[in-house]
């Protein structure tokens, strides 16, 4: 079974830069595209960015022209830089299968932004 691995979060302040990185444990992503969501205190789990199998990109409104998504498939690894943040960017960042799949989540990472 696969098991998405997040990387450590942490705390930045605004205008900062962080990576998040996800390896596939015990196997690899496949044909599946990736994604990075997130969940914000007292709200909805939302896609970030996501990466089709083929290489399209989807991002979110809000992080487009800050955030990146990439990914190593000789890794099986997916990547996220995080530039220019924002205190609202502050939430728990999933790693997940785009489109996600239920078993596939994980505990999240915490990145919390503030001064």
């Known amino acids: 079974q696969v098991h998405l691995v997040e990387s450590v979060g942490g705390l930045v302040q605004p205008g900062g830069s962080l990576r998040l990185s996800c390896t596939a444990s015990g196997g690899s992503f496949g044909d599946n595209g990736m994604g990075w969501y997130r969940q914000a205190p007292g709200k909805q789990r939302e896609l970030v960015a996501g990466i089709h199998s083929e290489g399209t990109i989807n991002y979110h409104v809000a992080v487009k022209g800050r955030f990146t998504i990439s990914s190593n498939s000789a890794k099986n690894t997916v990547y996220l830089q995080m530039n220019s943040l924002k205190v609202e960017d502050t939430a728990v960042y999933y790693c997940?299968?785009?489109?996600?799949?239920?078993?596939?989540w994980g505990q999240g990472t915490q990145v919390t932004v503030s001064s």
């Open positions: 997940n299968y785009f489109p996600a799949k239920f078993p596939a």
